[in-house]
Each structure stands twice: as structure tokens, then as C-alpha cells.
């Protein structure tokens, strides 16, 4: 294609990315760098239903000066980043100073919010996306050898848990697991423990979580598969069953190189999907035992006090490690396109 | 305490106020938009305001449980996407913070003659919000347990444990207790109340630097976590909505609950006849021998928007006024402690009013109240998992509110 022809069809498009996601993802990292005015106080006193106090108020009139002065706040350079909430460098050199063993250094950093964050975050891509991707290929070729008069009803089924939204398909589960739900209750019959709470139990709210990201994200990696089945040229599996390959090794040397550019895609949406992971924590009410980067943010921003620096720090580095997450996989993709056209 | 002296006055001021007129129903110009909490006291506010609606005058109102995280989004906006925000001494604070509400002395006193003044909140001198319920956290009991084990009312924490391991050893219920845990906002409530509880203060006086890892902060850690023993392992999912069905399907014997909760329980509905003759507010818990009850004290009231014109801050506050009125109160009197004259106490209002009496301190109005608060729910769950001591969780407190307090501006 001519460069002249590839610039007229690409640019609404390329207008709209640069409107949509790079510019706020600019205002984010501007937003970073900045803090709070300080807030000018002064004592003053309160009188309710109850008592009269005397305690510090902020000074709206003088707050607002500073304010109108620098409307973005303090520049803090990389300071949000860097301090407690985030990637806490003072404190992680306190606690490595500190510890006597490797183990006691990891146990004082876990405690630290940001790394926490991320340590259930990383765990949580790397189960959930392979089982996503090993389950969506198992159903999919399961439902490809299905009569045809079953294959519609089987396939409408299978994206149940993808059509209900995370946070409604979180809450319903949520109750079903809880100790009179039809789940909790069942487990605690099969496992003869009547105390067997799975919300209670931190090692069983990240399984609950993890399950519940598989039989969400499942469908998505099924109906992507199920289509490239559909288009498996019919010959090559035919000469395979000829040379009398075995239905494992047809899947294994026929089927999957043939669908590896779906399975990079599906890969590359499933990390970044699973690495922002918060609905199924917010629904399962799961913030004392397991908490996400995305949930982070999402508490920095909800609730009365909202902080913005720090949310956008997050977001920062949130994105930093989704890049991270698919650099090996996008370098494996050039390496291939690049191969191919020569 | 205003309100107890009030309660026991109702009866009396009841003659007098009743039917005063309100000269100024209905408004027939302006625009009166509600934004609310949402829960039943209010929509009885709400709508006896839009009851004061007439014709040439707009109304709207928006009852939302996620009113404070919109507030001040909706009340920057110039003119404010409300012109009345019913706000509770926490809510309050960030409006104040950017100066989004007007005072209301003028208003006050061309329409306000009926309101009483304690429901005048003043902030150095002047008025800016018109309260109208109170309410606290307290203990409520089932007495048919208790008499079972033979346990009197428990008045202070100490005995609730006392109570808890009595019931539990005669093999009535494994865990009788709860209380509001969930790992947010109310978890922080809880926090902030034991401490108070133990006489703790909060800050340096004078100053926005935090001081909790004390000996009260390690007390009220402990005291929750001893608490925690006896109330069920998924303790950090419990919020109102979960502990209420518990405690009408029989399934808790002692609970520490909202006031306002009380109603809902004492009715007829969700529940059976036995469970509910039997359910028993009572006052708020003292711990540690300390005489404050461990409790805060909670105002809702109503304020005026700043970025409005005259004219529609006068059509709200009329509309409110009408809100809160003597009809208002006797029509609603079981659904919230009014703070009104006409207010007549009933079985839901006694632990309130006890909390009250006993000396329960009202819950802090500071600017960066709400960064420790967060503070304490983010980190208390650690140690009460048993992941962490005591004295950890302090100085993780501290270190998480001092980062967010420098953030915004109150600590250099």
C-alpha cells in the first residue's frame, strides 16, 4: 500500500487514539507529579448538638489563593512515587537494613501496601491466564465435535459467564459461597468441617478469586478459539490422519501452530485483563485478604478524601507493568512477522 | 447533653410547636435539588421538603449510599448540580475544605424561628449546617439468651466477652456476636470508636500529626481482636446489610448496630414474633473501666450549596425547614432519634439516647479525619487475622496516614 493511501485510511483512527488514550494517559502522568496544595489551617471553634470544640479547620479563602495561583498543586517530581503507598524505596532500604534473614526482608516488604498489591496482582495473571487459555481450547474443541442440533444451545451456554457483568456475576457467587449459600454449604458437607468459611481464610478467598477469573475469562478464550477452528484447513489434518497421527498429535502439530497467532492474542488480552483485576475483590468483599493494584486505585479515588497524585502514581506504574507483562510476547510477534516477510 | 435534656423535654414542647405555621409553604419560584444518603429517615425529610413544592418552583433529589463520593464533584460545580446537601459530621468536612457551603445566619433568621438551638451547627461562629437526627453505634441483646445463661445486660466490652463465652459454653451459638467489621469504612468506625473507648486521642492537640501507637491504641486493638473470638470467621464481610439478616434469623445473640438499624429490627417484617419481642437495644459499651462509652456520636443535618443564587438558597432552605417538620417528625417519630421538640422517644431511640447520656464523644469534624479513618481500615485487618502484632499495625497506621496526610496538603 502506498504511504499516501495508509495515511488517509489510518488517520480518524489514529486521531482517535490520540484523543481517547494518549492524551489522558498524558494528563495521568502530569497528575502524578503533583501533590496538594498545603492547606492553610487555623483553630477555630465548632459547635454541634452535642458539644463545642475547638479544632483546626482549613482556611478556605487563604487554600484557595494557593490554589488559583497553581491550579495543578505542589510539584512533588517523583516523590508520590517513591513514598510509602507506592514503591516505598526509603522504607524498603530501612526493612533491608533491618532484616536479618532474606525471608524477614520479603515478610517487611509484603507488608508494604504497593508491593502486597502487586505480589496477589502477578499471582493472579499467571494462574489465571493460562488456565484461560488451556480451558478455552479444551471446550472449544469439545464443542467442534458436537452435533450440530446441540452446538448452538452448548456454545450460548458456554458464554454465560462472560455475557453477566464481572461485578453482578462476583455477587452472586459471593452469597453462594457464603455459609448458607448452596456452594459454602455444600463444601462444608463434602469436607465434613462445619467451620469451613471460604471468605474467612486467606489462602481460600485467592483460590475463590482465581476460580472465579477462570470461569469468567474462559468463555472469551473458547469463542476465539472456536472460530479459528472453523477455519483449520481441512486438508493438512486430513494428510496428518493419513501419515496416522493420533488425535492428541493432530491438536498438538496441526491445530495449534495453526491457531499461534490467536493464542498470542488471546494471551496478550488475558494479561492485560487479569493485571488490572479489582471487580471480583470489590464483590467478594475479599480487601482484607487480597489486594490488587487496581484496587488501590480504586480506593484512592472512591470514599470522601480522594487522592489524586497517588491514584495516578498507580495508574502509572500500573501501566509500566502491563508493559513489562507484554514485551516478551510482543517481541516474539516481530520476530515472527519480521521472519515471514522476508 | 442538649439531647438527653431534649428527650426528656418532648412531651412538653410538644404543645408548643405543634401546628406553628409555616408561613412560607409552599415556594412558588426557585429550584430545590436534594442530594441524600439513602435510607428511611431521610426519605421522610426529602419528601415532606418536596411536599413544600409549588407550582413555579423545580424539585429534584437523588438518594444515593454513594452520595459522599459524589458531593463535592456535584457541589463545585458552578451552579451546583444540588442545592442541598444532607451531609453527617464526617460528610461535612471536604464541603468545608473547599468551602462549598454558605452560612446560613441570614436564612435562619428570616425562616428558621422553630429550629431548636442545638440543631445549630456552627463552625467558628457561623451557622452552616441545621441538624436534625442523631445517632450512634450500641450493644442489642437478646434477653431470652441472656436470661438462658443467666447473664445480666452487659454494660461495658469486658462483659460482652463474659457474656459471649457463656453462651458459646452452654452451647447455645458458637459465635453470638458481631459487629460492623467489614474491611472499609466500617471497620475504621469501629476502630475509631474503641479508641475512643480507651480515652485515646487521635493527634497531637493543635497539630494534624497522628498519635495512636500508644498504650489505648494497642488496647483497642486487642479488645477487638479478643471481640473477633466470638463473632463468625467471616467477620471482615460484615456491614449493616449483612449483620441485620443474622441477627433476624436468630443467628446472633449480642450485636453492635446503628441506631438507625434498631427500627428495622423491632418491626414486624424479616423476622419472628419471638426474636423481635425478644431483641433489646441497650447503651453503648464502656471498655477498660473508662467512663466514655465507646462510641461516637453521629449528627445528620442539611446544608446550602455555595455556587447557587440567592433565590434558590432560599427556596431550599425553606423546602428543608419544612423537611424537618413537627408533621415530619410525628408521622416518622420510630425512624430515626429526631432532635426536634415534637420527637417522642421510642424503643428504637434508647441506645442512642444512652449512648448519649453516658457521655459518648461526637465523632471528630477535623479536615484529615478521614485519611486515618481510611488508615485504620486498611491496615487493622493484618492484625486481626493474626498476620501482624499490635504494635506493627500501629506504626503501619501511622506511616499510611502521614504519606496520604503529606499528599494532601496537612503535613509538610
Redesign the interface.
Known amino acids: 500500500m502506498p504511504h499516501g493511501t495508509f495515511a488517509r485510511f489510518i488517520w480518524p483512527s489514529f486521531l482517535a487514539m490520540i484523543l481517547f488514550i494518549a492524551l489522558p494517559i498524558v494528563s495521568v502522568a502530569m497528575q502524578s507529579f503533583f501533590?496538594?496544595?498545603?492547606?492553610v489551617?487555623r483553630?477555630?471553634?465548632?459547635?454541634?448538638?452535642?458539644?463545642?470544640?475547638t479544632?483546626?479547620?482549613?482556611d478556605?479563602?487563604a487554600?484557595?489563593a494557593l490554589k488559583a495561583d497553581a491550579p495543578l498543586g505542589?510539584y512533588?517530581g517523583l516523590g508520590?512515587y517513591t513514598?510509602?503507598?507506592h514503591l516505598a524505596f526509603d522504607?524498603v532500604s530501612e526493612i533491608w537494613a533491618a532484616s536479618e534473614s532474606f525471608g524477614g526482608f520479603i515478610a517487611g516488604v509484603y507488608?508494604l501496601?504497593f508491593y502486597k498489591a502487586l505480589f496477589f496482582t502477578l499471582a493472579y495473571t499467571f494462574v489465571v491466564t493460562p488456565l484461560v487459555i488451556v480451558l478455552g481450547l479444551l471446550i472449544a474443541l469439545g464443542v467442534n465435535r458436537l452435533p450440530k442440533v446441540t452446538k448452538g444451545p452448548t456454545i450460548f451456554a458456554s458464554l454465560l459467564p462472560m455475557i453477566v457483568t464481572p461485578l453482578i456475576g462476583g455477587l452472586i457467587l459471593f452469597w453462594m459461597v457464603?455459609?448458607d449459600g448452596i456452594i459454602g454449604a455444600t463444601l462444608q458437607i463434602i469436607f465434613d468441617d462445619p467451620?469451613l468459611?471460604l471468605?474467612?481464610?486467606?489462602p481460600l478467598t485467592w483460590i475463590m478469586l482465581m476460580v472465579y477469573g477462570v470461569w469468567h475469562s474462559t468463555p472469551f478464550a473458547f469463542v476465539v478459539f472456536y472460530a479459528g477452528l472453523q477455519t483449520v484447513p481441512t486438508d493438512t489434518l486430513e494428510a496428518a490422519k493419513i501419515d496416522g497421527a493420533s488425535r492428541f498429535q493432530q491438536v498438538r502439530y496441526v491445530i495449534v501452530p495453526y491457531m499461534m497467532p490467536l493464542l498470542v492474542f488471546i494471551t496478550l488480552m488475558q494479561l492485560m485483563d487479569n493485571f488490572r483485576v479489582l471487580e471480583p475483590i470489590v464483590s467478594f468483599?475479599a480487601?482484607?485478604?487480597a489486594r490488587s493494584l487496581s484496587w488501590i486505585i480504586y480506593?484512592d479515588l472512591?470514599?470522601?478524601?480522594?487522592?489524586f497524585?497517588?491514584a495516578a502514581a498507580t495508574s502509572m506504574l500500573t501501566i509500566f507493568g502491563v508493559a513489562i507483562l507484554l514485551t516478551p510476547v510482543l517481541i516474539k510477534t516481530w520476530r515472527d512477522f519480521n521472519r515471514r516477510a522476508v | 447533653?442538649?439531647?438527653i435534656t431534649r428527650l426528656a423535654v418532648a412531651s412538653t414542647a410538644l404543645g408548643m410547636t405543634v401546628g406553628a405555621a409555616l408561613a412560607d409553604c409552599p415556594v412558588t419560584s426557585g429550584s430545590v435539588r436534594i442530594l441524600a444518603n439513602d435510607f428511611p429517615a431521610l426519605h421522610a425529610v426529602v419528601d415532606n421538603a418536596e411536599a413544600c413544592i409549588g407550582e413555579g418552583a423545580e424539585f429534584s433529589k437523588n438518594h444515593s449510599t454513594k452520595h459522599?463520593?459524589i458531593q463535592?464533584a456535584a457541589l463545585t460545580a458552578n451552579p451546583a448540580e444540588y442545592t442541598t446537601k444532607i451531609v453527617a459530621?464526617?460528610?461535612i468536612?471536604?464541603l468545608?475544605?473547599?468551602?462549598l457551603i454558605r452560612p446560613l445566619d441570614d436564612l435562619v433568621a428570616k425562616h428558621g424561628q422553630n429550629l431548636q438551638p442545638?440543631?445549630?451547627?456552627?463552625?467558628?461562629?457561623k451557622i452552616m449546617a441545621i441538624?436534625f437526627m442523631?445517632n450512634a453505634q450500641h450493644l442489642i441483646v437478646r434477653q431470652d439468651i441472656l436470661d438462658q445463661v443467666g447473664k445480666e445486660t452487659p454494660t461495658s466490652y469486658e462483659e460482652v466477652l463474659d457474656a459471649a463465652e457463656a453462651i458459646r459454653a452452654a452451647g447455645i451459638m458458637?459465635y453470638p456476636f458481631a459487629m460492623l467489621t467489614?474491611?472499609?469504612?466500617n471497620l475504621g468506625e469501629e476502630v475509631v470508636n474503641m479508641y475512643l473507648g480507651h480515652g485515646g486521642e487521635f493527634f497531637k492537640p493543635?497539630?494534624?500529626e497522628v498519635s495512636i501507637n500508644n498504650e489505648q491504641g494497642v488496647a483497642t486493638l486487642n479488645m477487638l481482636k479478643s471481640l473477633m473470638e466470638y463473632s463468625?470467621?467471616?467477620f471482615?464481610?460484615y456491614n449493616t446489610g449483612a449483620v441485620t439478616p443474622l441477627w433476624e434469623s436468630g443467628e446472633l445473640a449480642m450485636a453492635v448496630l446503628w441506631g438507625s438499624s434498631v427500627g428495622g429490627l423491632i418491626d414486624d417484617e424479616g423476622s419472628t414474633p419471638e426474636i423481635v419481642a425478644a431483641t433489646k437495644p441497650t447503651g453503648a459499651m464502656t471498655v477498660a473501666g473508662g467512663a466514655t462509652p465507646a462510641s461516637s456520636?453521629w449528627?445528620d443535618g442539611f446544608t446550602i450549596a455555595s455556587n447557587i443564587s440567592d433565590e434558590d438558597a432560599e427556596a431550599t432552605f425553606i423546602a428543608m425547614v419544612n423537611g424537618i417538620s413537627d408533621d415530619m417528625v410525628m408521622a416518622n417519630n420510630d425512624k430515626a432519634v429526631w432532635?426536634m421538640d415534637s420527637y417522642k422517644p421510642g424503643l428504637a431511640a434508647e441506645g442512642v439516647a444512652a449512648a448519649?447520656s453516658a457521655g459518648a464523644d461526637?465523632y471528630?469534624?477535623?479536615?484529615y479525619m478521614?485519611?486515618l479513618h481510611?488508615a485504620f481500615f486498611?491496615e487493622v485487618?493484618?492484625f486481626?487475622?493474626g498476620n501482624?502484632s499490635a504494635e506493627?499495625t500501629l506504626a503501619?497506621i501511622e506511616?499510611?496516614y502521614?504519606?496520604?496526610a503529606?499528599?494532601?496538603?496537612?503535613l509538610?
Do not use: Y
Not at chain 1, 35 to 39: A, D, F, L, N, T
Open positions: 501533590v496538594e496544595h498545603e492547606q489551617m483553630e477555630v471553634e465548632n459547635c454541634g448538638p452535642f458539644t463545642c470544640t479544632v483546626l479547620q482549613v478556605v479563602e487554600t484557595e505542589r512533588n508520590t513514598n510509602r503507598g522504607e507488608n501496601p457464603d455459609a467451620d468459611s471468605k474467612a481464610s486467606a468483599s480487601e482484607a485478604k480506593n472512591s470514599g470522601q478524601d480522594k487522592l497524585g497517588s | 447533653m442538649f439531647i459522599n463520593e463535592v459530621n464526617s460528610s468536612v471536604p468545608l475544605n473547599d468551602g442545638n440543631q445549630l451547627i456552627r463552625i467558628d461562629g441538624a442523631a458458637e467489614k474491611s472499609d469504612w493543635g497539630t494534624a463468625n470467621p467471616d471482615l464481610t456520636l449528627w432532635l448519649a461526637p471528630p469534624m477535623l479536615p478521614g485519611l481510611s486498611q485487618p493484618d486481626l487475622q501482624e506493627q503501619d506511616a499510611a502521614t504519606a496520604a503529606k499528599e494532601q496538603g496537612f509538610k
